[in-house]
């Protein structure tokens, strides 16, 4: 089937395989079918109205490459195109196929159908470690697609965390000049923002259908279209919706939401190390100041910040600053140490092992634990990875292991199936806290064995803990003394 055929929801199925004769309903593309965007998509699928019927047909778009085709073959077989614990997303993913109200391609044509696109493409932080910069070419490459097949009136709501200023000094005119050159009004589509707090893990799902929404319109018709779009998807009664004044002020909130959270965390880490120097167990003081209201979201310090948010989006204003608005004098100092720090974390733990070792050479290790957080096979920006090119730099022999992961990418290492047996290495990091070694049976699985224990992200429990020492394992941490 080529381009010019496909005119409608039912193309869509028959060309993806699917032979079921839709329900006729407002169709939703979400451009990028990532942690977000694949949830967004099921999400959306799954929103129904006071019958209990579906409200949307939603088309997942892709791009044409291996990793672009591997989520499409996914979503529209009924699997899950990411690895994750929410038994909730799978149900809902699969009860959306079995509707035949959610499939995938890569045919940028069906954007021409929908009434409502949603953007979930990645934007990145170029060299966020050197002089960052904002890669725009890829993002505005996405958004020129979408203005060169939108229909007028279609809501175009951007969830991708962007730098402030971005709907309106880059999406906006973008959208323009594609509807220009195709002799439309530059005002007919409806552009609005509206950040994702996406969790992965158990509480997925629901941190898209439940869960607290920030939005605006770059006019106020669209910040209505896209709060009647996102009260049809969200559980409003219980988590209300908050109108700002522009998607300039959206696009912050993300941003200092994120900020806010890496800058605390790093503060953390400082308390940490003095922690550990003086054999104070820093989770047990933590856990005291919470009981106080204002402080109970109180951070720790851990193994490492890894992920798609806190290690990019403390520098995005920053680079908004002068790349979108042309500002001098605001280097935001707090956030860029942040970002310095937490980026140094799993270093540390690494340097900690290796002296309570005497040194990494021909030592082997065992990394438990591969995904940026627990619960979810993400990868992106793990602090794993740094654990692991900076051992291997010094000498030392590394298997990792992740309940979530057969295969990591970045490292190019497949990964046993099975936490590997204690006695084959002379010390083990926990650094990931996957319920699979939340609920490890010490005793059993040390067999004998004494190799180094590395808590480097309060994994283990003082039962465990104490299990390792008894078996007569030296059991270190981040943010523990020895004795605590």
């Given at each position: 089937m080529n381009a010019t055929t496909l005119n409608s929801y039912a193309d869509v199925l028959r060309k993806t395989g699917r032979g079921a004769s839709p329900t006729d309903r407002p169709i939703v593309c979400v451009q990028g079918l990532g942690f977000v965007g694949a949830a967004m998509a099921t999400a959306v699928a799954a929103a129904a109205d006071?019958?209990?019927?579906?409200?949307?047909?939603?088309?997942?778009?892709?791009?044409?490459?291996?990793?672009?085709?591997?989520k499409i073959e996914a979503i529209n077989a009924g699997r899950m195109p990411i690895e994750c614990n929410d038994r909730q997303f799978a149900d809902a993913l699969t009860a959306a196929h079995q509707r035949g109200n959610l499939v995938a391609t890569s045919d940028p044509t069906v954007y021409a159908m929908a009434s409502v696109i949603v953007v979930d493409v990645p934007f990145d932080v170029d060299d966020m470690h050197g002089e960052p910069s904002l890669p725009w070419d890829g993002f505005r490459a996405a958004i020129r697609t979408i203005g060169q097949h939108a229909q007028p009136g279609t809501l175009v709501l951007v969830e991708t965390t962007v730098p402030p200023g971005t709907c309106e000094h880059?999406?906006?005119?973008?959208?323009?000049?594609?509807?220009?050159?195709?002799?439309?009004?530059?005002?007919a589509l409806l552009l609005a923002h509206s950040y994702e707090r996406v969790m992965p893990g158990d509480q997925y799902f629901?941190?898209?259908?439940?869960?607290w929404r920030v939005y605006s319109g770059h006019t106020p018709e669209a910040a209505d279209a896209c709060e009647r779009f996102l009260r049809q998807v969200i559980d409003v009664d219980n988590f209300p919706l908050r109108r700002l004044k522009s998607t300039t002020a959206s696009e912050l909130a993300k941003v200092m939401e994120n900020s806010y959270r890496a800058v605390t965390i790093a503060l953390m880490e400082e308390f940490g190390r003095f922690a550990e120097a003086v054999d104070v167990d820093i989770f047990e003081v933590v856990n005291a100041i919470r009981v106080?209201?204002?402080?109970?979201?109180?951070?720790?310090p851990g193994f490492g910040v890894g992920g798609y948010c806190l290690t990019k989006d403390p520098l995005m204003t920053k680079l908004a600053a002068k790349e979108v608005f042309g500002l001098k004098g605001m280097d935001f100092p707090f956030c860029t140490q942040a970002v310095k720090a937490n980026h140094a974390m799993p270093v540390v733990s690494l340097e900690k092992t290796a002296a309570a070792l005497g040194g990494l050479k021909g030592r082997n290790l065992l990394l438990l634990g591969v995904s940026y957080r627990?619960?979810?096979?993400d990868t992106r920006y793990s602090p794993s990875q740094t654990f692991v090119e900076q051992a291997r730099r010094q000498g030392a022999n590394v298997t990792a292991?992740?309940?979530?992961?057969?295969r990591w990418d970045e490292l190019e290492m497949d990964l046993p199936e099975q936490v590997p047996d204690a006695g084959d290495y002379d010390a083990v990091v926990f650094a990931v806290g996957h319920r699979e070694y939340r609920k490890l049976d010490m005793t059993k699985w040390l067999a004998g064995a004494t190799p180094l224990i590395f808590d480097a992200n309060d994994v283990l429990s003082d039962t465990q803990r104490q299990a390792a020492r008894t078996a007569g394992c030296r059991v270190l941490g981040i943010g523990r003394g020895e004795q605590a």
């Open positions: 006071e019958r209990d019927a579906a409200c949307f047909n939603v088309v997942g778009v892709e791009l044409d490459n291996p990793a672009g085709r591997a880059v999406v906006a005119p973008e959208l323009a000049k594609a509807l220009r050159e195709r002799g439309l009004n530059e005002n629901d941190s898209i259908v439940r869960f106080r209201p204002t402080h109970s979201n109180m951070r720790q627990q619960d979810v096979g292991h992740d309940p979530l992961l057969r």
